[in-house]
């Protein structure tokens, strides 16, 4: 069974750059068939896409995001990478990890909280 794993700093100063990494197990981050993607939900907010990469490293952005957002995988350690810069405190969130072919696999969520 594919198990995510989300790992983030935790507390971070606005304009600061931020980066959550997922551990893949039971499965890979090469798999073709799959697509892994960056999910946040906000405080009394609903689900937001962020982002996804995909075969052959393609990457798919909200357009929201996209001049902050990179999304980058590791094949050898198992891990794909979120970056968001230029934070604000709208970026505090709950941030998941999500793959699979139709998000099936999901991380239990790390928090990020951004304050000064």
């Known amino acids: 069974q594919v198990q995510l794993e989300e790992s983030g700093p935790g507390l971070v100063k606005p304009s600061q750059t931020v980066s959550i990494t997922c551990t893949v197990s039971?499965?890979?981050?090469?798999?073709?068939?799959?697509?892994w993607d960056w999910i946040r939900q906000s405080p009394g907010k609903g689900l937001e896409w962020m982002g996804a990469?995909?075969?052959?490293?393609?990457?798919y952005y909200n357009p929201s995001l996209e001049s902050r957002t990179s999304i980058s995988r590791d094949t050898s350690k198992n891990q794909f990478t979120l970056q968001l810069s230029a934070v604000t405190p709208e970026d505090t969130a709950v941030y998941y990890c999500?793959?699979?072919?139709?998000?099936?696999?999901w991380g239990s969520g790390t928090q990020v909280t951004v304050s000064s």
């Open positions: 990469i995909s075969q052959r490293d393609i990457t």
């Open positions: 039971g499965g890979s981050v090469g798999d073709i068939n799959y697509a």
């Open positions: 999500v793959g699979g072919v139709a998000y099936e696999y």
